[in-house]
């Protein structure tokens, strides 16, 4: 019943950022950030508590992607710097009831959003 709807992709150089967005349209606890590139299975990218104070990334993002939140606002934002081809994928947010990387957790996604780094 939690509805999720993400923004912000886009067709970016490498070195660029962007900033995705994802509107939720209920309650929502924890929140992730996977992404699946073609032929590739879905993979665990950043999360976030409810609270907003603790946050998990995945190796190949660390020091370049930053998860936040807004409970007002009740969305999650995936600010992703220095860009690189290897980003390329569809970008999907989701929610779980407690903070991991484990995709089976996470209950709830949206539609996804493209990502296109070129070289």
């Known amino acids: 019943q939690v509805r999720l709807v993400e923004s912000g992709g886009g067709l970016v150089q490498t070195g660029d950022s962007l900033r995705l967005s994802c509107t939720a349209s209920?309650?929502?606890?924890?929140m992730g950030w996977f992404r699946q590139a073609p032929g590739k299975e879905r993979e665990f990218v950043a999360a976030?508590?409810?609270?907003?104070?603790?946050?998990i990334y995945a190796d190949s993002v660390k020091g370049r992607f930053t998860i936040a939140r807004s409970n007002i606002k009740n969305t999650v934002y995936l600010q992703m710097n220095s860009l690189k081809p290897g980003d390329t994928a569809i970008y999907y947010c989701?929610?779980?009831?407690?903070?991991?990387?484990?995709?089976?957790?996470?209950?709830?996604w949206g539609q996804g959003t493209q990502v296109t780094v070129s070289s």
């Open positions: 976030i508590n409810w609270s907003g104070d603790s946050t």
């Open positions: 209920g309650l929502t606890y924890a």
């Open positions: 989701a929610t779980a009831p407690r903070l991991g990387n484990i995709l089976n957790e996470y209950t709830n």
